[in-house]
Nanobody, 121 residues
Framework: QVQLVESGGGLVQAGGSLRLSCAAS????????MGWFRQAPGKERGFVAA???????YYADSVKGRFTISRDNAKNTVYLQMNSLKPEDTAVYYC???????????????WGQGTQVTVSS
């Protein structure tokens, strides 16, 4: 079993930055593939970014060049650095985990509770 706790969400103006964190426990973090997803009101949850156990990264086209996913195995934490934020980035952001691999289409086994990100225009 893996427990995931997100933090770092909040209210920011368009063009601003936020860094989300996801702390994992319950399994060797270095063996996990990690992902970030988001769900805006009235929309389905969608892929944002992912990083495999070997630090291969994946991004949705809508965030490439603005968001950066990274991991710190010593701190059992994955980060999502979000720059040049837009109002359309407003959503609840969820952290997800699974064994080893990561990516936009793989099935994740564990999910956090989510953190709200609101970008004002």
């Amino acid at each position: 079993q893996v427990q995931l706790v997100e933090s770092g969400g909040g209210l920011v103006q368009a063009g601003g930055s936020l860094r989300l964190s996801c702390a994992a426990s319950g399994r060797t973090f270095s063996s996990l593939g990690m992902g970030w997803f988001r769900q805006a009101p009235g929309k389905e949850r969608g892929f944002v970014a992912a990083i495999s156990f070997s630090s291969t990264t994946y991004y949705a086209d809508s965030v490439k060049g603005r968001f950066t996913i990274s991991r710190d195995n010593a701190k059992n934490t994955v980060y999502l650095q979000m720059n040049s934020l837009k109002p359309e980035d407003t959503a609840v952001y969820y952290c997800a985990a699974r064994a080893l691999v990561a990516g936009p289409t793989v099935k994740y086994d564990y999910w956090g509770q989510g953190t709200q990100v609101t970008v004002s225009s």
